[in-house]
Structures are given as structure tokens and as C-alpha cells.
């Protein structure tokens, strides 16, 4: 599937985001095939929450993405898709079982070292 800006997906965070991310995002098969299955599996939109750093996050519990508002302004695009792809990378493992909160914690420390 590709995607337009018009998308449901996008709908809190149109206002931010421009042509430019939709490209980028409908240029890369495995990005559209993980917000294929996001929208279908969740049907949530990916919201926006207000700060000047860059980050985003994926939550297991409410099942939702968010990122900051920074991540979102067209002069961070590349950040955004970057963690977009991150983030989605925690929705696929959150569908495939999960890691707990120890994994998650180990690899934190494993991937310091």
C-alpha cells in the first residue's frame, strides 16, 4: 500500500509533516508493510506530544506511536523516519510476544559495551 498525507495515519500529525515524509516513506516497501499491519492491527493514528528534543516511542501497553512535536518539523525528516522505522521495529516484536521489560534492559546494557 502507499500512503498519502490524508491518510488516517497521519491525521494528528498532518499539520507537522509534509509531502517530503509520504515519499520517503512510500519509497521503502518494508516501512509501508509495517504501517500496513500498525493501521491494521491497532487502527490507532500516530499522535504528536509537545517538546523541543527529537524522540519518539512506541507503547506496548497503550499500543500507541507518538513522537515530539521537534521530530516532526520538516528539518527533522530524516529523524523522523529514522525513529518512525525504530519505533515500528518495537510495534513488530510487541505482535511477535514481546520482549519484557528485563530483555529490554539487558539489551540496554548489552549494546553499551
Same mark, same amino acid.
Given at each position: 500500500?502507499?500512503?498519502?498525507?490524508?491518510?488516517? /495515519?497521519? &491525521?494528528?500529525?498532518?499539520?507537522?509533516? @509534509? #509531502?517530503? &515524509? *509520504? @515519499?520517503? *516513506?512510500?519509497?521503502?516497501?518494508? /516501512?509501508?508493510? =509495517? /504501517? @500496513?499491519?500498525?493501521?491494521?492491527?491497532?487502527?490507532?493514528?500516530?499522535?504528536? %506530544?509537545?517538546?523541543?528534543? *527529537?524522540?519518539?516511542? %512506541?507503547?506496548?501497553?497503550?499500543?500507541?506511536?507518538?513522537?515530539?512535536?521537534?521530530? =516532526?518539523?520538516?528539518?527533522?525528516? #530524516?529523524?523522523? *523516519?529514522? =525513529? =518512525?522505522?525504530?519505533?515500528?521495529?518495537?510495534?513488530?516484536? @510487541?505482535?511477535?510476544?514481546? /520482549?519484557?521489560?528485563?530483555? %529490554?534492559?539487558?539489551?540496554? &546494557? %548489552?549494546?553499551?559495551?
Amino acid at each position: 500500500m502507499s500512503y498519502t498525507i490524508d491518510d488516517s /495515519l497521519f &491525521v494528528n500529525i498532518k499539520g507537522y509533516i @509534509d #509531502q517530503t &515524509v *509520504i @515519499d520517503i *516513506i512510500n519509497a521503502s516497501p518494508l /516501512l509501508c508493510s =509495517l /504501517l @500496513d499491519n500498525y493501521k491494521n492491527t491497532i487502527g490507532k493514528s500516530i499522535e504528536p %506530544y509537545d517538546s523541543t528534543t *527529537i524522540g519518539g516511542s %512506541y507503547s506496548p501497553g497503550g499500543k500507541t506511536l507518538t513522537f515530539t512535536s521537534e521530530t =516532526l518539523t520538516p528539518s527533522h525528516t #530524516q529523524d523522523f *523516519i529514522r =525513529l =518512525l522505522a525504530h519505533e515500528l521495529g518495537h510495534f513488530y516484536d @510487541d505482535t511477535q510476544g514481546g /520482549l519484557n521489560q528485563f530483555d %529490554y534492559g539487558f539489551l540496554d &546494557v %548489552y549494546n553499551f559495551f
